[in-house]
């Protein structure tokens, strides 16, 4: 019932959930992944269909190579845009900072809707392909998705890390504590945006085509459910709740739109039935203390 | 008293309609341990607010070592040698004791965040020294046992030490304490009080206070000032305070021997 392609979307639901989450991880609800994650996809369409350099052939194949040079672009891009909106929109805290990510959601989704060279509502299609069949993307999506939650990993036992940690529980204290709180959060927000930048041009070439209907406010609700499900206090959480919710309306595809639905309940119960969503760091500790900061010993 | 650590010139702060600061001045040197006390709601915890830079003056000055730093945020401010606690005690409570002091110690990091991701010998050099600072201030101030604890999970006392070892953190020259003693049993006062002097000389530091305990500030500081709804009413040494007729009526009652009603 899982076969490769689903896979592939598992693994980008998942890195998508790490990008909801870095953010977060310093406190900063940001909803703004679907913007980064529709740069980086237009970006490789528009690269790979109308850039004979990269070497896209008449049959509609592509080099891995040129695939990888816009992974890099993708992410870049994305990166950029979260430093310069970054900027402005992390003065604002909570709940207002939500709303002002979904607004760049819509700017960016409404810019790639009526760009002259995005192609409208149809968006791009025929977008050539580095590989044959699924699983060359599985492995991709696999090295980028192992490569993010080493990131994250490492972060935990990282001055940066530790810093959007007490910046998520006092922001106010960590400025006295001589952390530049403005800095450490525009970091998470940027590489919140690389990582969905990359995942974006990632899907492009996977879906074959792309449109503005990619990075929608629905991929918002639906990326802050990976983490609230998942947990958002160990970089697994969202990772196993992008995989589960990814997978899901896939094998629930018969209920139809009901999945929708399913989103919502599950936004509604998460928070009530596993507070701290299905990966906390308490289970972690349980589990072998892997994914989460490791106990200090007494030197 | 030539050369002042922090100075304060006219400062005024003002909340709407209320004037939470009227024109404050004073200065604070070097190496001494400053008092400042005022019956509730006379400005005190606003005044640290102001230099600590949470909170912007409505006029007036902050002047650090000669230089002014009424426009630098917060953690400039700490940077250049100034930490702080808080009244209500502001831990990061989902964190772990050790982590706490890990956040202060943070400035004394030479290695950059790649040195951190690829886990380089400079990176695991300043985590280890990093470490190592943070185990002396756990030592030091008696919390060792509870390195691995939830900073959220502590006891009141211990609470408030964890505040003040993760501003020690910081390595500061001036450390401003906001009601060190609140909450604390009489002994716990005591042991406080000979803990500021020791970590003073230790870590020689310049110490401003903020303590509603005024024979315990008496005792403990070598200057002190006086605000009453936002004006400093009186300046000096514990001894000339005391005696002040202002003070007294503002303040102390009229019970000269300072013990608060």
Known sequence: MIDNGLLVQMLLGALLGLSVYLPLAAGQLSLATPAFYAV?????????TRWSVLGATAAGGFPVLSLLLELVLGGALAGTLALLVGRLVL????????????????????????????????????????????????????????????ICQRLDTMPLGRAMAA???????????????????LTAF???????????????????????????????????????????????GPVVGGLLLTALPELLRP???????????????????????????????????WGSPTREQKP | ?????????????????????????FSVASGEIFGLIGPNGAGKTTLFNLVSGLTPPSSGSVIWRGAAITDLPPHRRNRLGLARTFQNLRLFDDLSVLDNLLVALERHSRSSSIDGLLCTARHRQAERQRREAAWQLLEELGLSALADRQAGTLAYGDR??????????????????DEPAAGLNPAEKEGLCALIQELRQRHRLTVMI????????????????????GVRIALGSPNVVRRDPRVIAAYLGGDASGETP
Not at chain 1, 261 to 288: N, Q
């Open chain 1, 40 to 48: 980086g996809g237009t970006l490789a369409a528009l690269l790979s």
């Open chain 1, 91 to 150: 003065r604002l805290r909570g709940i207002y900072l939500a709303i002002a990510t979904i607004a760049l959601v819509e700017i960016v989704r409404v810019a790639i809707l009526n760009l002259p060279f995005t192609g409208g509502a149809i968006g791009i299609f025929s977008i050539p392909q580095p590989f044959t069949d699924a699983s060359g993307y599985l492995l991709t999506a696999l090295i980028l998705l192992v490569l993010t939650g080493w």
């Open chain 1, 167 to 185: 910046i998520r529980d006092d922001e106010l204290a960590a400025g006295c504590m001589g952390i530049d709180t403005t800095r450490v959060k």
């Open chain 1, 190 to 236: 940027v590489l919140s945006a690389v990582v969905a930048g990359t995942s974006g041009a990632l899907a492009a070439h996977f879906l074959n085509t792309w449109n503005a209907r990619q990075g929608s406010f629905d991929v918002s609700i639906t990326t802050l459910a990976f983490v609230i499900l998942g947990g958002s206090r160990a970089w697994l």
């Open chain 1, 255 to 289: 209920v139809g739109d009901v999945r929708l639905v399913l989103f919502g309940l599950v936004i509604v119960l998460g928070p009530v039935l596993a507070p701290r969503g299905l990966v906390s760091p308490e289970l972690l500790e349980r589990l072998g203390r």
């Open chain 2, 1 to 25: 008293m030539s050369t002042a650590l922090l100075e304060v010139r006219d400062l005024s702060c003002r909340f709407g309609g209320l004037m939470a600061l009227d024109g404050v001045s």
């Open chain 2, 160 to 177: 408030r030490r964890l505040e003040m070892a993760r501003a020690l953190g910081t390595d500061p020259a001036l450390l401003l304490l």
């Open chain 2, 210 to 229: 903020i303590e509603h305990h005024v024979p315990l500030l008496m005792r403990l500081c070598d200057r002190m000032a006086v605000l009453d709804f």
